[in-house]
């Protein structure tokens, strides 16, 4: 069965700095990979996903993703933070199985120093 | 725009109650999602629905039922509530596979149980 892990609960970083977030996938075919962010309060957006092609995944709000397949990851990324990219973000892998089944992650806390 | 509905956003019950949690979804999809949400689980999948009357279990739908009788609508059932489903809610549509898309959340609903 396919899992999902992402191997920092909470993470720390100032207004203004770089932010790497990591996800590690187990899945036997090629995956879909998704990355969702939570505000306090909300349901879950779609910050960019992976189905095929370029390995390197442009997102909303200036985040990327890149699908390594050698060391199943799928690491998102922002080169510098702001106060409001403060929130849980879930990776996810996806099967396609007539309902498009997702798998998520436990997710990371991101605080934002200012 | 894309948009899913749940009936409440917060939700007290006594232990024993009889819950109804609504999801609607006004995008004609055909897969309907539910999940539970908790600090350091991430998203499990408790029952997803693909068509109309049909339901398949997730990963924990013990003490759950569902319904689907209308494309759009989507009901959680908990026939007898307990204090360990107190969580948070989350309702999720999506087209069906082929169509690289993903799933759209809805804004959740707090449950607790007392």
């Known amino acids: 069965a396919q899992s999902v892990t992402q191997p920092d609960i909470h993470i720390t970083v100032s207004e203004g700095a770089s932010l790497e977030l990591r996800c590690n996938y187990s899945?036997?075919?090629?995956?879909?990979l998704f990355w969702y962010v939570q505000s306090p309060g909300q349901g879950l957006q779609l910050l960019l996903k992976y189905f095929s092609g370029d390995t390197l995944v442009q997102g909303i709000k200036g985040f990327e993703a890149e699908f390594k397949r050698s060391q199943s990851s799928f690491n998102l990324r922002k080169p510098s933070v702001h106060w409001s990219d403060a929130a849980e973000y879930f990776c996810a892998v996806g099967e396609i199985q007539g309902a498009q089944k997702l798998v998520f992650g436990q997710g990371t806390r991101l605080t934002i120093n200012p | 725009d894309v948009k899913v509905t749940q009936s409440s956003r917060y939700l007290v019950k006594r232990t024993g109650e009889k819950v109804f949690l609504e999801c609607v979804q006004d995008?004609?999809?055909?897969?309907m999602f539910w999940y539970r949400q908790d600090p350091g689980l991430g998203l499990r999948l408790i029952y997803f629905s693909y068509d109309v009357k049909m339901k398949e279990k997730g990963d924990i739908p013990e003490g759950y039922s569902v319904s689907r009788e209308k494309k759009e609508r989507f009901s959680l059932i908990l026939e007898s509530a307990s204090t360990n489903q107190t969580s948070m809610y989350l309702c999720a549509s999506s087209p069906p596979p082929g169509s690289a898309d993903t799933q759209y959340f809805g804004p959740g609903t707090r449950l607790t149980v007392l």
């Open positions: 995008m004609d999809h055909e897969n």
């Open positions: 899945y036997g075919a090629t995956p879909y």
